[in-house]
């Protein structure tokens, strides 16, 4: 098995022109995933253009070439297809945290992003409720104007004005659940293995890409009533409250406008509130039915989004390339798009998990430049993994002490000052009149033998009573400071500005799932390399892979040991002692650091002895055995 590895490398070939760029084969399948999204979209709009329509007459209502087919195409371009693109624009794939509540606060307002989500979703709803109004009947007294008796003029509609307020409304409601939800954010799964022969595995957030497509929306749409309704009552509860400071204004312009319109009744008063038993149960179905068309087609992006990186043939997204090794290096060296960068870790995982043929192919592939294929790959690895390093390793550090310029006279300007002559002391002194007065003790001891001047640290030395030094003032300011801040800290007013270690960490590690498939990647490639690596390529690096793990795997287990939790987060302090403080982005990570990091050890500790490892790898390996790793 081991002799394999000491087969000869072939002579080189005359190296291969740039490979196609991952991005280039998955921006087509990411093409074809949001338009069965934008058909998962449609098929909401169409059923409930049919909800809403008149339905007098049943085939009409149904006809898709009718005026319900003719509400669903207006519905899917102008509510359900804007809530999509802005779900494009916002796409990232790393957690976006923030140090206390009122910081992201203070980063919303003065952020675009937060006021184009509020207008798309006002304007979708917008849409939405004009539809409904213009599908009702005359008896549901929702238009714009309200006809009178034969001798009576035209009076305007408040229930509609209403109606119109309480769209935008709940756009402003579903606008804010997007911002605090994140939906812009894609969460990959994460922690996530590849079934296998050996050990199939189903774990945390990686369920739903397991099942098809069409599995992990029907799992998922269980969820859509309960949410839908939530955000329902919510929105149709307090929306009568949010109508009155504005109901004046609102009546009066709009009021205005239209006598130049309609010859409308004179009287400018306010008629009765216009929410009722009848109004409030109808506003409270039109939310449901907007949250319901928004849930799904959210659900739809996030089901087909965060699939298996696997074309509808089956193959994965570099199998499509005519290199394919060269165009998944590609992927995993683009940083700067990571989206892509995250899918192709996820593929390379999956690869080493599943196809022995790629494997060694990756083993095989030595004619390139800079490096061979592992190579590359396992630089980018190592490369994610020294991330985490470098990030966590400054947390805790005391900033570097600030460099004092001491100013120190020049000989030529101390010779053109002269000193001035020292004060005689007399013996009998008229103010002094005791020559063992701790008055005239002080004066003794601060003047000069020398004629120089005496400095002001000198004569603070000399005091009888010494001063406290500007640190310990600092220290016992900054604790009283503390103590009167903790009750407030602890009430619900002072949560939004606890400075959260939960958040501090989702900052230092923001898309931990890429390290994860990172280290379950190269850790397969390199335990399956001892029976598929015919040139010995990978074992030439296990030593610097082991330390790096090592090194991972060390920095991880300091910060969770002692994270650096800020005074203002005294909950977290208070979980701390009681040992029930969990970080969940360090534990993930370190728990595959170690499993791949037992993986190996056991692979190469039977042929430890017959390898050309160093003493240092070998020492690393046997510790590992005999520590047994969990």
């Given at each position: 098995m081991v002799s394999s590895i000491s087969r000869s490398i072939p002579s080189s070939t005359p190296p291969r022109s740039p490979p196609p760029h991952y991005q280039t084969f998955l921006t087509p399948i990411l093409h074809r995933r949001f338009a069965r999204a934008c058909l998962v979209g449609f098929a909401a709009c169409y059923v409930e253009s049919f909800v809403i329509s008149n339905k007098s007459s049943f085939f009409w209502a149904i006809f898709p070439l009718g005026w319900t087919g003719f509400k669903a195409v207006i519905l899917f371009f102008l509510s359900v297809f804007p809530i999509l693109i802005l779900r494009i624009s916002q796409l990232h794939v790393g957690a976006r945290s923030y140090t206390t509540v009122f910081h992201a606060m203070k980063t919303y307002i003065g952020s675009f992003s937060t006021y184009s989500t509020l207008l798309t979703h006002s304007f979708a709803s917008l849409v939405f409720v004009f539809l409904?109004?213009?599908?009702?009947?005359?008896?549901?007294?929702?238009?714009?104007?309200?006809?009178?008796?034969?001798?009576?003029?035209?009076?305007?509609?408040?229930?509609?004005?209403?109606?119109?307020?309480?769209?935008?409304?709940?756009?402003?409601?579903?606008?804010?659940?997007?911002?605090?939800?994140?939906?812009?954010?894609?969460?990959?799964?994460?922690?996530?293995?590849?079934?296998?022969?050996?050990?199939?595995?189903?774990?945390l957030n990686a369920e739903l890409s397991q099942l098809s497509p069409k599995a992990a929306f029907k799992k998922k749409f269980l969820e859509?009533?309960?949410?839908?309704?939530?955000?329902?009552?919510?929105?149709?509860?307090?929306?009568?409250?949010?109508?009155?400071?504005?109901?004046?204004?609102?009546?009066?312009?709009?009021?205005?406008?239209?006598?130049?319109?309609?010859?409308?009744?004179?009287?400018?008063?306010?008629?009765?509130?216009?929410?009722?038993?009848?109004?409030?149960?109808?506003?409270?179905?039109?939310?449901?039915?907007?949250?319901?068309?928004?849930?799904?087609?959210?659900?739809?992006?996030?089901?087909?989004?965060?699939?298996?990186?696997?074309?509808?043939?089956?193959?994965?997204?570099?199998?499509?390339?005519?290199?394919?090794?060269?165009?998944?290096?590609?992927?995993?060296?683009?940083?700067?798009?990571?989206?892509?960068?995250?899918?192709a870790f996820w593929e390379l995982a999956y690869l080493s998990q599943n196809s022995a043929a790629r494997r060694k192919a990756i083993y095989t592939d030595i004619n390139r430049k800079p490096a061979n294929i592992f190579e590359q790959i396992l630089n980018q690895a190592l490369s994610v993994l020294g991330e985490i390093d470098l990030k966590l390793a400054d947390v805790g550090k005391p900033p570097a002490p600030t460099a004092v310029i001491s100013i120190t006279p020049s000989s030529t300007a101390a010779s053109t000052i002269p000193s001035p002559p020292p004060i005689p002391m007399s013996p009998i002194s008229?103010?002094?009149?005791?020559?063992?007065?701790?008055?005239?003790?002080?004066?003794?001891?601060?003047?000069?033998?020398?004629?120089?001047?005496?400095?002001?640290?000198?004569?603070?030395?000399?005091?009888?009573?010494?001063?406290?030094?500007?640190?310990?003032?600092?220290?016992?300011?900054?604790?009283?400071?503390?103590?009167?801040?903790?009750?407030?800290?602890?009430?619900?007013?002072?949560?939004?500005?606890?400075?959260?270690?939960?958040?501090?960490?989702?900052?230092?590690?923001?898309?931990?799932?890429?390290?994860?498939?990172?280290?379950?990647?190269?850790?397969?490639?390199?335990?399956?390399?001892?029976?598929?690596?015919?040139?010995?390529?990978?074992?030439?690096?296990?030593?610097?892979?082991l330390a790096s793990f090592i090194s991972t795997m060390g920095t991880l287990e300091k910060y969770l040991a002692s994270p650096p939790i800020s005074w203002t987060d005294v909950e977290a302090i208070q979980k701390q002692e009681k040992g029930e403080l969990n970080l969940v982005e360090p534990h993930l990570l370190l728990s595959a650091l170690k499993e791949g990091f037992k993986d190996m050890a056991t692979a190469y500790a039977p042929h430890i002895e017959k390898m050309q490892l160093s003493p240092q790898t070998k020492k690393i390996i046997l510790e590992a055995r005999e520590r047994s790793l969990p």
């Open positions: 409904y109004l213009w599908s009702g009947s005359r008896e549901d007294r929702l238009g714009f104007i309200i006809e009178g008796k034969s001798y009576e003029r035209p009076r305007l509609n408040e229930r509609f004005l209403y109606m119109i307020f309480f769209a935008c409304y709940t756009g402003f409601i579903q606008a804010a659940l997007h911002l605090y939800e994140d939906r812009g954010r894609l969460q990959l799964p994460h922690l996530y293995v590849w079934p296998s022969e050996v050990e199939p595995t189903s774990v859509v009533p309960s949410g839908a309704l939530h955000m329902a009552l919510v929105s149709a509860c307090t929306a009568p409250f949010a109508y009155m400071p504005f109901r004046g204004v609102v009546w009066h312009y709009t009021l205005a406008t239209a006598k130049t319109f309609y010859w409308l009744n004179r009287s400018s008063t306010l008629p009765s509130f216009p929410v009722g038993a009848g109004m409030f149960i109808r506003s409270l179905w039109l939310s449901f039915l907007i949250g319901v068309m928004w849930q799904i087609s959210n659900i739809a992006f996030d089901v087909y989004f965060t699939q298996k990186p696997l074309s509808a043939d089956g193959k994965t997204v570099s199998e499509k390339s005519p290199d394919p090794n060269g165009t998944l290096v590609t992927g995993l060296k683009a940083s700067q798009a990571p989206l892509t960068q995250m899918l008229p103010l002094l009149t005791s020559p063992t007065s701790p008055t005239r003790k002080f004066l003794e001891g601060v003047q000069s033998k020398d004629g120089s001047t005496p400095t002001l640290q000198h004569v603070i030395q000399k005091l009888p009573y010494q001063p406290p030094s500007i640190a310990e003032v600092e220290a016992s300011a900054t604790k009283s400071f503390k103590s009167k801040m903790e009750p407030f800290l602890s009430s619900p007013w002072g949560s939004m500005f606890r400075q959260s270690i939960h958040a501090t960490t989702s900052q230092l590690l923001p898309n931990v799932g890429l390290q994860i498939n990172a280290v379950q990647a190269i850790s397969r490639l390199v335990t399956s390399s001892l029976m598929e690596d015919e040139f010995g390529i990978v074992q030439r690096h296990a030593s610097t892979l």
